[in-house]
Nanobody, 124 residues
Framework: QVRLEESGGQSVRIGGSLRLSCVAS????????IGWFLQAPGKEHEFVAA????????YYSDSVKGRFTISRNIADNTMYLQMNNLKPEDTAVYYC?????????????????WGQGTQVTVSP
């Protein structure tokens, strides 16, 4: 069983930066890919970024490419999402999730384990 816990969400001004963290416990993430999804009120989970734990290969949605960076610290079993140049449309609850697919699939149904989410609010 994999347990994921996100942190780092808060309110920030337009153009500001945040770093979200996701700590995995229960087992090594070797062989998994870890992804970030956002969910705005009344909407479905939307893919943001993912990283293959083994290779470090990264995947991004077009809406965040060039602004967000996903990374992982293997020793700490922790994944990060550095978010720069934040926009109001980035406002959402952000979830980290793990998939045994070992590549950064953008489809939420392929992720088996989910964290509880952390709120990011971007305002003027």
């Amino acid at each position: 069983q994999v347990r994921l816990e996100e942190s780092g969400g808060q309110s920030v001004r337009i153009g500001g930066s945040l770093r979200l963290s996701c700590v995995a416990s229960g087992r090594s993430m070797r062989g998994y890919a870890i992804g970030w999804f956002l969910q705005a009120p009344g909407k479905e989970h939307e893919f943001v970024a993912a990283i293959s734990w083994n290779s470090g290969e990264t995947y991004y949605s077009d809406s965040v490419k060039g602004r967000f960076t996903i990374s992982r610290n293997i020793a700490d079993n922790t994944m990060y999402l550095q978010m720069n140049n934040l926009k109001p449309e980035d406002t959402a609850v952000y979830y980290c999730a793990a998939t045994g697919a070992n590549y950064g699939t953008p489809y939420s149904y392929e992720y088996d384990f989910w964290g509880q989410g952390t709120q990011v609010t971007v305002s003027p």
